[in-house]
Structure formats: structure tokens, C-alpha cells
T-cell receptor, first 112, second 109 residues
Framework: DSGVTQTPKHLITATGQRVTLRCSPRSGDLSVYWYQQSLDQGLQFLIQYYNGEERAKGNILERFSAQQFPDLHSELNLSSLELGDSALYFC???????????FGEGSRLTVL | GIQVEQSPPDLILQEGANSTLRCNFSDSVNNLQWFHQNPWGQLINLFYIPSGTKQNGRLSATTVATERYSLLYISSSQTTDSGVYFCAVEYAGNTPLVFGKGTRLSVIA
């Protein structure tokens, strides 16, 4: 158990819909990262938050947005879903020390 | 940007065999981690190893930062070692962790 909690574990929805993925980081970790793993693209960095502020942005689509709340949990919002958004979405967290990342179990999104 | 290359892409082993997985990176790194993604999709931390050598049971890892590579050794492999092994690096300057494409390992009984 990495200490990072993600919900839901599985989600099936239709094209055009909107979903929210939730992540609770390890206790005390201020940084939260979101990654997308699809079959043809591997593990791709989406976005990072540090103590509520956006720290870095990767190849995140405009239809996607994220935020980190005062209690440090984070949400990834995916809207106007397309078939190609089907993927495993990982959240990770790290502390203030060496920067080692710990990953949650992922949320598997299927868009039909 | 920083590139992370892993080899081999696929590996099939008989149970009990040893293996070496390689990760090449293209520039100075702050952080290098090895992960195992099991058949259920979970990403499990194996090593945080920006330099030096570490061992954990049957697994060990070595990173030679000056030559820009890291090696993951698996000894006496077991079927539960099957899955995909990822190397991920953080470029100096606090860029996000970049993953290689992984090595898919299948251990056969």
C-alpha cells in the first residue's frame, strides 16, 4: 500500500460525458501528480500541484482540468469525453525530501 | 527534452533464471526510480536510485549517473515477477518524472 488513495477504481461512461477522479495523497505530501496511461502512449504526465498551486503542466488536453484543495486532495476533471480518453489515470504524491513518487492504484476509465 | 530508453522491450524467462534490465537516459537527473507494474495495473515502487547501488531481496539496482544508465537485476525469477518494469527519471531542474516505455517480463514456470 503506497498510501495514495484513488477513487473510483473503475468507471464506465459514454462519449460526451464528464467525470471526476479523486486522489488523496500520502499523509504529509504536498505534491500531487496526475499521469495517464493508455495503450499506445505509455505513461504520460498530465499536471502537478504543490500545496494547492499548479506547479507543472504536461500534455493535458483543454477538456481536462485539475485542482488541489486546501486539505491537499486533488481532483481531475475530464469533460466531453471521447473514446480515446479511455485509459488508466494515476495519481502520485511526493514529499519535501528526495522527491520520490508514490503512485495510487489508478482509476480505469472506459468511454463507450 | 529528456529521453528514457529501456531495453529489452520484452523478455521471457524460465522460473529461476536471472535477468538484467537497462535504462539509458540523456542528461543529468535528480531522481531515478524503478517501478513494477503488475498484471492488475498497480505501479509498485522498487527503487529510488539517482546514483549508486541498492538491493532489496532478489532485486538490486545500480545507477551510474556519469554514464547515464541504470540497471535492474532480478535474480532467481519467480512467476510473480511478471509484469512491466518501468524506469522513470526526473531531469535536473525539477521537471516531472518521465517514464520509459518499459520492459515487459514474462516468467514461465
Amino acid at each position: 500500500d503506497s498510501g495514495v488513495t484513488q477513487t473510483p477504481k473503475h468507471l464506465i461512461t459514454a462519449t460526451g460525458q464528464r467525470v471526476t477522479l479523486r486522489c488523496s495523497p500520502r499523509s504529509g505530501d504536498l505534491s500531487v501528480y496526475w499521469y495517464q496511461q493508455s495503450l499506445d502512449q505509455g505513461l504520460q504526465f498530465l499536471i502537478q500541484y504543490y500545496n494547492g498551486e499548479e506547479r507543472a503542466k504536461g500534455n493535458i488536453l483543454e477538456r481536462f482540468s485539475a485542482q488541489q484543495f486546501p486539505d491537499l486532495h486533488s481532483e481531475l476533471n475530464l469533460s466531453s469525453l471521447e473514446l480515446g480518453d479511455s485509459a488508466l489515470y494515476f495519481c502520485a504524491s511526493s514529499g519535501q525530501g528526495d522527491g520520490e513518487l508514490f503512485f495510487g492504484e489508478g482509476s480505469r476509465l472506459t468511454v463507450l | 527534452g529528456i529521453q528514457v530508453e529501456q531495453s529489452p522491450p520484452d523478455l521471457i524467462l524460465q522460473e529461476g533464471a536471472n535477468s538484467t534490465l537497462r535504462c539509458n537516459f540523456s542528461d543529468s537527473v535528480n531522481n531515478l526510480q524503478w517501478f513494477h507494474q503488475n498484471p492488475w495495473g498497480q505501479l509498485i515502487n522498487l527503487f529510488y536510485i539517482p546514483s549508486g547501488t541498492k538491493q532489496n531481496g532478489r532485486l538490486s539496482a545500480t545507477t551510474v549517473a556519469t554514464e547515464r544508465y541504470s540497471l535492474l537485476y532480478i535474480s532467481s525469477s519467480q512467476t510473480t515477477d511478471s509484469g512491466v518494469y518501468f524506469c522513470a527519471v526526473e531531469y535536473a531542474g525539477n521537471t516531472p518524472l518521465v517514464f520509459g516505455k518499459g520492459t515487459r517480463l514474462s516468467v514461465i514456470a
